[in-house]
């Protein structure tokens, strides 16, 4: 479908495709809607584009790949995927903030702004849609299936904490804010993964995941409360940290 306000995506991605694999396409777009109608009727096929490798039709992107024999992805199934590539773009973050300003990519700085990174980078995720969000958080979080606000305001607590742990600013607030959400959220999906044993998908990363709960999306949990303790130990002055201002 190649139309004035419309070019198919997956039209374009099969024919990179075959030419990549070392096929010569000739290509027919259906420039209207009513070329399209027509053309699925005709042959009897719910979507396009549609392949033909001579007389044969392959079918669309998924039956090439396939074809081919290439994996073709399973968007219902669950994976880490989007947990480690956000853990390892922080971290990544981090280093390279902490190699601008002290020339040393692996600092406990860095170490510092990493969590935070994750902390703001983890709520901006769940504001993408808050409202998906809490419906999924709702299946295992244990105060919020006893007060749902709590639900709402999660993001906005966890985005809070982590900015002001990044800017190392209101220790006094963020400490609290991240031991109080963070020791809450272990609590739910240890109880709901490893006692209740049930197969949930992880809000971690937004009501739209495919993430299941597990130990990387306790992690999260566990993060906020190993900062928290780190910098209330840093404001006392019991381990060296960058300095926080209470």
Not at 11 to 38: C, I, M, N
Not at 171 to 181: D, N
Request: charged content about 15%; proline content about 4%; some cysteine.
């Amino acid at each position: 479908m190649v139309m004035p306000q419309h070019t198919c995506p997956y039209g374009l991605k099969v024919k990179d495709l075959l030419e990549r694999s070392g096929y010569e396409v000739e290509d027919h777009h259906l420039t209207t809607r009513e070329q399209t109608d027509a053309f699925k009727e005709q042959h009897d096929v719910a979507t396009t584009p549609q392949v033909y490798i001579g007389a044969e039709r392959v079918g669309g992107y998924d039956d090439v790949l396939r074809f081919l024999g290439k994996p073709v992805a399973d968007p219902k199934a669950t994976s880490y995927r989007p947990v480690v590539a956000l853990f390892a773009m922080t971290a990544l973050m981090a280093m390279a903030a902490s190699h601008a300003v002290t020339g040393n990519p692996f600092t406990m700085r860095a170490a510092e702004w990493f969590i935070g990174f994750s902390m703001v980078v983890l709520a901006l995720l769940k504001f993408q849609n808050i409202e998906s969000f809490s419906t999924m958080f709702l299946n295992y979080d244990l105060l919020a299936k006893r007060w749902v606000p709590y639900s709402y305001i999660y993001p906005f607590a966890e985005g809070l904490a982590g900015v002001l742990m990044v800017a190392g600013a209101l220790t006094w607030l963020s400490v609290p804010v991240a031991l109080f959400i963070g020791t809450i959220g272990a609590v739910s999906v240890f109880k709901a993964v490893y006692i209740d044993r049930r197969e949930l998908k992880c809000a971690c990363v937004g009501g739209s995941s495919n993430v299941p709960l597990g130990f990387i999306s306790l992690t999260e949990n566990l993060m906020m409360i190993a900062m928290a303790v780190w910098m209330t130990l840093a404001a006392f002055g019991l381990v060296t940290g960058a300095g926080h201002a209470m």
